[in-house]
């Protein structure tokens, strides 16, 4: 079978540095992505790894070590408006996207 | 403008009627999808099309019919709703073949049969 595993929820403090971390077992691997959902919002893009390593985009980083099949969001000077769940998700191949189950965070003043 | 429009964003509708949900995107993307959100909010994907022709179906009961008239559209059609049916629906799209595979979702249609 196919799994993405990641926490169910976290809790953080603002301006706080928090990881959110994510494995997988997949059948095909193309690259991580992640994505944030705000109650009753849609999901949006926050990045994505094809390679192994570190990618930065503002107070947000995510990590890629496809031989651990493993990834992480950082999340940096957290702020009230990141409370939001999180989606790992796994591009399995061509026109395929499977999300995991979401990490709910929450970021207390 | 909204990137990936999807229309109703609520219904509620009573067990065994026939719904449809419509969605279009203008982004100029060729490849379209449906996603089920379910109260657990657990992201599945249900249907995926590229150029307007069905590339994966996950399982799905065949009460679920997709259509994609052209490759800015696609429309989700259910039969005989039933209860476990409630959820949200997501419909999304993205340009394959980029580096990114960054998809876009639309604001979800949320369903409720009673």
């Known amino acids: 079978g196919q799994s993405l595993e990641q926490p169910s929820e976290v809790t953080a403090v603002e301006g706080a540095i928090v990881q959110i971390n994510c494995t997988y077992q997949?059948?095909?691997?193309?690259?991580l992505s992640w994505y944030q959902q705000h109650d009753g919002g849609a999901p949006t893009f926050l990045s994505y790894?094809?390679?192994?390593g570190l990618e930065e985009t503002g107070r947000f980083s995510s990590f890629l070590s496809r031989s651990d099949s493993y990834g992480y969001l950082l999340l940096q000077e957290l702020q009230m408006k990141d409370s939001a769940s999180y989606f790992c998700?796994?591009?399995?191949?061509?026109?395929?996207?499977?999300f995991g189950a979401g990490t709910r965070l929450f970021v207390k003043a | 403008d909204t990137a990936v429009s999807q229309t109703p964003k609520y219904l509620v509708t009573q067990m065994g009627n026939d719904k449809s949900i419509k969605c279009e995107q203008n982004?100029?993307?060729?490849?379209m999808y449906w996603y089920k959100q379910d109260s657990k909010k657990f992201l599945k994907i249900m249907f995926s099309?590229?150029?307007?022709?069905?590339?994966i179906n996950e399982t799905v009961p065949n009460r679920f019919s997709p259509k994609s008239p052209d490759k800015a559209h696609l429309n989700l059609h259910i039969n005989s709703l039933e209860l476990g049916d409630s959820a949200v629906y997501f419909c999304?799209?993205?340009?394959?073949?980029?580096?990114?595979?960054?998809?876009?979702f639309g604001q979800g249609t949320r369903l409720t049969v009673v």
């Open positions: 999304a799209s993205s340009q394959e073949g980029t580096a990114l595979s960054e998809a876009f």
């Open positions: 997949t059948s095909g691997f193309y690259g």
């Open positions: 790894n094809a390679l192994d």
């Open positions: 998700a796994v591009k399995t191949g061509g026109f395929k996207t499977i």
């Open positions: 982004l100029g993307h060729d490849t």
């Open positions: 099309y590229n150029n307007k022709e069905l590339i």
